[in-house]
């Protein structure tokens, strides 16, 4: 009997689709993954079930739809469910999880891991106790700086050696050296990059020239794409367009480029960690979601165009046939639930229902023809809904009460299609949609009305909210520095933090 194969899941934050060399983009360098991509499965319609980070790692931890959950934001997740952690923890693997897993309301639970090194967006967890330790805990926002310069590409705070990319190899590293080696394991790394800010550690910053990144795409009237989460996105992120200028957009994407060009140098650290154990190891990369980066005139995630809402996705097998292939068969994140709970022999047992994913193993083998996805942000009057063969895509908005239909290709261009098949699909998103009340999408075989909602009087708002958390406290820690040593000076200096405005925790 073969012994059970260990399971390493490498998980980004935000990475589009198209950031993979070996799969057609001549400008990135990522020489680990492209190396994956000629070993492994490459499926290039990867969808998230839901375009924002909190949803979409609750989806992919539980096998459960946004619909079923009411996970469809930044929201708590369903703490009572299963996740595949605990069926593989139930089948006698250790399991080990390192970086950014979002597990709110509790960001520390272990949820099926029997040990985890924590990162997350704020100042906490493993990772900042790392950078107190190495004599960086100074540093305030050691993911890069948020507020106005969000979008806006600088350099990292922390040398290479000491940042988040790097350190979670190392953890993985670390587990991988001291593991059970009479246990199947399984590894999850999860990154926190390369989600803005856009802060990239030397050399890694200067990797990429703005003179060789191409400017977003905007097809001519491009306004007539954006629902209304892609201008409220855009004034969290920017502003109502997004950012017009290209340079900076090009300079953004040199950035972004960078960010990812390192992780795959550590995802090579990881793969190299694991010796001759790689041939009895699944390997699964993939991100929550993926980035607009300007592209229709748009800034960071939670719509259903497809710069937003398609994924890399790349798995290979043990004893790997037809190593390079590439499948075209729409998947989703939640198939890896599916597909880990085969390998588990184990069965969920909590109330949610059934699961929807399909065995990535069946897929493969082309085995799930005809197949169609759903992704869903939000619900009720904010509610954003599509369905998507893998050749053509029907996206629905309530805010707007407005649909769109569109093909698809390897791109990750949204291209107006009016035709019959697009069509159906529409229908069988109402039809999909109207089994989950909860989402209040459809009333009446019909997407239901809502009142509409007006704007916020300050549409600035959420940029306060990325400001970093502990600033007011930095804030109070300077206003005395110069107090009664030069009363002139002191006077003009307290009267520019008395009219600051009041600043909220990050979000």
């Given amino acids: 009997m073969p012994p059970p194969i260990n399971i390493l899941t490498i998980v980004t934050d935000q990475q589009r689709a198209d950031t993979i060399g070996a799969l057609g983009n001549a400008k990135i360098r990522t020489p680990v993954l492209d190396r994956l991509v000629e070993q492994g499965v490459s499926f290039t319609r990867a969808y998230t079930p839901t375009p924002v980070c909190m949803a979409a790692r609750a989806a992919l931890a539980t096998g459960l739809s946004p619909a079923q959950t009411g996970c469809w934001d930044n929201n708590p997740m369903p703490v009572d469910a299963t996740s595949y952690m605990q069926l593989l923890q139930t089948a006698g693997y250790q399991t080990h999880g390192v970086g950014k897993m979002h597990f709110e309301p509790d960001h520390t639970r272990l949820w099926g891991y029997d040990t985890r090194d924590i990162s997350e967006e704020g100042k906490s967890g493993d990772f900042d106790r790392f950078l107190k330790d190495n004599g960086y805990g100074h540093v305030l926002s050691p993911h890069g700086i948020r507020g106005e310069m969000y979008y806006l590409p600088q350099p990292s705070q922390l040398p290479s050696h000491l940042h988040e990319s790097h350190w979670v190899a190392d953890r993985c590293i670390d587990f991988l050296k001291s593991r059970d080696r009479d246990r199947p394991f399984l590894l999850d790394a999860h990154f926190i990059k390369p989600h803005p800010p856009f802060e990239n550690p030397m050399p890694w910053s200067y990797l990429y020239r703005t003179k060789d990144m191409a400017p977003p795409y905007r097809p001519e009237n491009y306004t007539d794409f954006h629902s209304r989460i892609n201008l409220v996105q855009n004034r969290y992120k920017y502003k109502d367009q997004a950012c017009e200028d290209e340079l900076t957009w090009r300079t953004t994407k040199a950035a972004y480029y960078g960010a990812i060009s390192f992780i795959d140098y550590q995802v090579g650290r990881i793969l190299e960690a694991l010796g001759d154990e790689i041939e009895n190891t699944l390997i699964i990369f993939t991100s929550d979601h ?15 165009l497809e710069a937003s809402n398609r994924i890399p996705f790349i798995m290979k097998m043990p004893g790997q046939e037809k190593a390079g292939t590439r499948i075209q068969t729409p998947v989703t994140l939640t198939d890896i639930f599916t597909t880990v709970s085969k390998i588990a022999e184990v069965t969920p047992s909590d109330t949610y229902g ?4 399909s065995d990535l193993f069946d897929i493969a083998r082309g085995d799930e023809e005809g197949r169609i996805v759903h992704t869903q942000f939000q619900h009720a009057w904010m509610g954003n809904y599509m369905a998507t063969d893998g050749k053509r895509k029907f996206l629905y908005s309530a805010a707007d009460d407005k649909s769109w239909s569109f093909t698809i290709d390897d791109s990750l261009r949204d291209t107006p299609d009016s035709s019959q098949a697009t069509s159906k699909l529409g229908e069988q998103a109402i039809e999909h949609f109207a089994k989950f009340p909860k989402t209040q999408a459809v009333e009446n075989g019909n997407w ?4 509409p909602m007006p704007w ?22 300077i206003k005395p ?18 009219h600051m405005p009041e600043m909220d925790e990050e979000s």
């Fill in 290 to 304: 993926g980035e607009m980066m300007g592209d229709y005139g748009c800034a960071g995630k939670r719509c259903l």
């Fill in 354 to 357: 059934p699961r929807s994913g």
């Fill in 448 to 451: 239901r009305k809502h009142e």
């Fill in 456 to 477: 916020p009087e300050d549409r600035d708002y959420g940029l306060l909210q990325q400001d970093p958390e502990g600033i007011e406290e930095m804030l109070d820690t």
């Fill in 481 to 498: 520095y110069h107090s009664g040593e030069h009363p002139a000076w002191d006077a003009s200096y307290g009267a520019i933090f008395d």
